[in-house]
């Protein structure tokens, strides 16, 4: 893949996320029209459903239609959590079933903007035994995970070799090598934010985020902007996941172009729940959605399209995933607890020196 040959937008702007394909009719109040018994509307971010990569859900949707004889209705909107946190504080009624691909950050935003529950307690639903330990990161028991990934560095090793460290990515070398996502509106680049928080504490990432603003990071709105101009040649490195060899091999890519990078031997853990809404519509029709992507043979599927780990402990996944999939040799999260009352401000503080400047 030949490498700057993207126009790109200069160092630190940023880029908003795609429009989502909202595919389901709706009143002036945001309320749905005409819901049928068999339809059940999950809500997910872009990537899951159109990705610069590949995606897992369209062929979740026609697996799913042709064994239970329903309707499912992918919800993509482009703010993600953000868009239900904002519909529920104005009153308005929440449209979909499910929500697909809740991290801990986000359900601690949920739970910082909103007075009355956006999610009910998860059910008990079969396969849910089979998580692995670890990915029970709801302290409320609402989300339960359904695949999990590792934030780290994507680069092309037919240009450069990527720093091993948070520091060597401000070494004068890799000017302008960098793309990252908006942690405000995108999941992998908050992720990627905490991780800078937890090398650097809070009293030094932001100094951190200044050198590399200087340094000509590009920071776009969300993981599809970012990895689309990664493979147009806007820069070299991106801030992806540690699976990407399992794309590349997939497409018959050339895996020198597609190295991992582990900052200080680390990545940062982001395992993705899915959770039910307080006013499901379907709530029944919900329920066995969550169990059917609990299965060994679906988990298996969603970890090769989504690129990630599965979530259970019995997933069916070809044996060359072992070797495409890479583990850090130290995973660095930080829990519920350790988020309340403190990742807003964080992103607060980050928006106001990185963005307003």
């Known amino acids: 893949m030949k490498r700057r040959t993207f126009l790109a937008s200069s160092g630190g702007a940023l880029v908003a996320s795609a429009a989502g394909c909202i595919d389901i009719e709706s009143t002036e109040d945001g309320g749905t029209t005409d819901r049928a018994d068999d339809e059940l509307v999950v809500a997910t971010y872009g990537s899951f459903i159109d990705s610069p990569s590949t995606s897992p859900g369209a062929w979740l949707k026609e697996e799913f239609e042709s064994e239970f004889d329903a309707r499912l209705v992918w919800q993509t909107p482009p703010q993600e959590i953000n868009y239900f946190i904002q519909r529920q504080q104005e009153g308005v009624a929440i449209e979909a079933d499910l929500y697909l691909g809740l991290t801990t950050s986000q359900l601690v935003r949920v739970d910082e903007n909103l007075d009355d529950p956006l999610f009910q307690t998860a059910p008990d639903v079969e396969g849910m035994d089979d998580i692995r330990p670890g990915l029970d990161f709801d302290p409320d028991d609402r989300a339960l995970a359904f695949n999990t990934g590792y934030i780290s560095l994507v680069y092309d090793s037919t240009e450069i070799q990527a720093p091993t460290t948070f520091d060597g990515l401000l070494d004068e070398e890799f000017a302008g090598d960098l793309i990252v996502q908006n942690p405000g509106t995108s999941s992998t680049g908050r992720a990627f934010l905490l991780h800078t928080i937890d090398h ?106 989504n690129v990630v780990f599965p979530a259970t402990e019995n997933a069916e996944l070809p044996a060359e995933y072992d070797v495409l999939a890479h583990e850090p040799p130290e995973a660095v999260t930080f829990g519920y607890d350790r988020l309340q009352g403190s990742v807003e401000g964080w992103i607060d503080d980050w928006e106001r020196e990185i963005v307003q400047g």
């Open 200 to 305: 650097y504490g809070e009293d030094g990432y932001l100094e951190f985020w200044r050198n590399l603003q200087d340094n000509g990071v590009q920071i776009l709105g969300s993981w599809d902007d970012a990895y689309g101009a990664w493979q147009e040649g806007a820069a070299p490195m991106v801030v992806s996941y540690s699976t990407d060899q399992v794309f590349a091999s997939q497409e018959g890519a050339d895996l020198d172009e597609h190295q991992i990078r582990f900052l200080e031997d680390q990545a940062y853990a982001n395992p993705e729940g899915m959770a039910l809404f307080e006013d499901a519509y379907a709530p029944d029709l919900a329920e066995e959605f969550m169990a059917f992507l609990l299965r060994p043979e679906i988990q298996g599927e969603i970890a090769q399209r």
